[in-house]
Nanobody
Framework: QAQLSESGGGLVHAGESLRLSCVAAISRFTSRPMAWYRQAPGKLRELVASIDGNFIEYYAESVKGRFTISRDNAEKTVSLQMNSLKSVDTAVYYC?????????WGQGTQVTVSS
C-alpha cells in the first residue's frame, strides 16, 4: 500500500510564504521520485516541482526562483517551500509519487493567495 498526506496550505497575501509538507507511507521511499502538482479551478493539474532519489530537482518555469522542493528520507517527507507567492499560485496542491507503475496522490491542500 501507499499513502500520501499533505498539510500546510492556507490563505496568504501576495508576497508572503507558505511551506507545504507531505508524509509518505510507502516502501523504498529513499529511491522514489516525489513531486508536487497543483490544480487551479477550471484548469488541468500541472507539475510544479519534483525531486528524485538522487536529490535532482525540477521546477516549472512559473515557480523557478520562488519555490524549493526538498525531501527528508529519514522522516519520509517531501516539502515545498513557496516564497513570493502570487495570486496565480492559488490552487489545490497535491503530493505525488509512483507505486507499482501507478500514480499515488494525496488528498490535496488548498493554497489561496489574495492580491
Amino acid at each position: 500500500q501507499a499513502q500520501l498526506s499533505e498539510s500546510g496550505g492556507g490563505l496568504v497575501h501576495a508576497g508572503e510564504s507558505l511551506r507545504l509538507s507531505c508524509v509518505a507511507a510507502i516502501s523504498r521511499f529513499t529511491s522514489r521520485p516525489m513531486a508536487w502538482y497543483r490544480q487551479a479551478p477550471g484548469k488541468l493539474r500541472e507539475l510544479v516541482a519534483s525531486i528524485d532519489g538522487n536529490f535532482i530537482e525540477y521546477y516549472a518555469e512559473s515557480v523557478k526562483g520562488r519555490f524549493t522542493i526538498s525531501r527528508d528520507n529519514a522522516e519520509k517527507t517531501v516539502s515545498l517551500q513557496m516564497n513570493s507567492l502570487k495570486s496565480v499560485d492559488t490552487a489545490v496542491y497535491y503530493c505525488n509519487t509512483k507505486f507499482m507503475n501507478s500514480d499515488v496522490w494525496g488528498q490535496g491542500t488548498q493554497v489561496t493567495v489574495s492580491s
